[in-house]
């Protein structure tokens, strides 16, 4: 489980006895990230998956279910912003005001409705995110289209209130692999493996300026993007070790390793007094020996197996049969023949 940093940043404020830190918040998480880098527990960072897709799907459709009319000063959110449902009578509404983001009640819900597709489709929202709103009389359900394609979709929120209910969120769109390269994850730590359909893909350094290597499987990054020697037509996926992120687009903490970050910031904080000759050495030299020592800790706190995962090793090391590897031939470890 992974904790906001805001925790590492309360802990830090309160040893140091400063009241007021949002001056050095940016600082700190970068700090905070390094020394989850450094610490480098098997549980450090979240192993995720993406997929890519020659077509660019979109998301699915989102739905939202309607059972009666809307009541008065109820909602549809979308990305935080709200469209609210109001009477024609109230007096601060304004008859055909789009910017408002107002959708009258009328007397029946279809025409409410209608109104209401009226007003979503004009809005922002159509333009910037390419969401499109359909509504069927008879019906009761309203129906938001992602039309873009790629994974921006899946991240769009819906939110509603007055009884409506949301049936299905959008969900489903891919990343898109173009010109045989892909666009890797903003989050990404460390990349684990590629797949293409069922071919691992295997890396390399080459530029594929040969014809033998155009034929073969094969990948390098250059940047943050990946390029493969081959046209594929089926999905590409990518494992990789990620670094979860808050709402606000910082870093999260592993739960346990708050004070031991928290001990890092401290020690890289005051290093710039340090530096600047207000800090005395002893005082930085103990802060980064606590350091060292919570960073050791932590580490072997993630690392130690489990009791099943001993029990399995206790197996392994009193088996009269020798452990040997899957394809032994191309093995150099221990038991290899």
Not at 159 to 168: D, E, L, Y
């Amino acid at each position: 489980m992974h904790v906001p940093v805001n925790r590492v940043f309360n802990n830090v404020s309160r040893n140091l006895g400063l009241k007021e830190y949002t001056e050095h918040i940016d600082s700190w998480a970068e700090w905070s990230f390094e020394a989850e880098q450094y610490i480098g527990s098997n549980k450090t960072f979240l192993e995720k998956e993406i997929v890519y897709s020659p077509s660019g799907p979109t998301a699915a459709d989102a739905k939202i279910e309607f059972l009666n009319n809307p009541a008065v000063k109820s909602f549809i959110e979308i990305n935080s912003t709200r469209f609210y449902f109001r009477t024609t009578s109230t007096a601060d509404f304004v008859p055909g005001n789009v910017d408002d983001y107002i959708i009258p009640i009328e007397s029946d819900l279809d025409t409410t409705m209608a109104g209401a597709v009226t007003i979503l489709n004009s809005s922002n929202y159509d333009t910037l995110l390419g969401v499109n709103a359909s509504w069927t009389a008879g019906g009761n359900t309203l129906t938001l289209t992602y039309n873009r394609g790629g994974d921006e979709g899946n991240h769009v929120t819906l939110m509603t209130s007055g009884g409506a209910k949301i049936s299905q969120f959008f969900e489903g769109g891919k990343e898109r692999l173009h010109n045989r390269q892909v666009r890797l994850p903003d989050n990404m730590v460390k990349l684990l493996s590629i797949r293409a359909g069922d071919v691992i893909v295997q890396p390399t350094s080459s530029q594929y300026k040969s014809k033998v290597s155009s034929l073969l499987d094969r990948f390098y990054i250059n940047g943050n993007r990946v390029n493969f020697s081959t046209d594929y037509t089926s999905d590409i996926h990518i494992s990789y070790l990620a670094v979860p992120m808050s709402p606000e687009g910082y870093p999260m903490i592993l739960q346990g390793h708050e004070e031991a970050v928290a001990q890092y910031v401290m020690w890289k904080h005051k290093l710039v007094g340090y530096y600047a000759g207000e800090v005395p050495q002893y005082i930085v030299k103990d802060l980064e020996r606590r350091w060292y020592q919570l960073c050791g800790k932590v580490r072997g706190d993630d690392n130690m197996p489990s009791s099943i995962e001993l029990l399995k090793i206790g197996k392994i090391w009193n088996a009269k049969v020798p452990v040997t590897s899957f394809n032994p031939p191309l093995y150099d470890g221990l038991n290899s023949y």
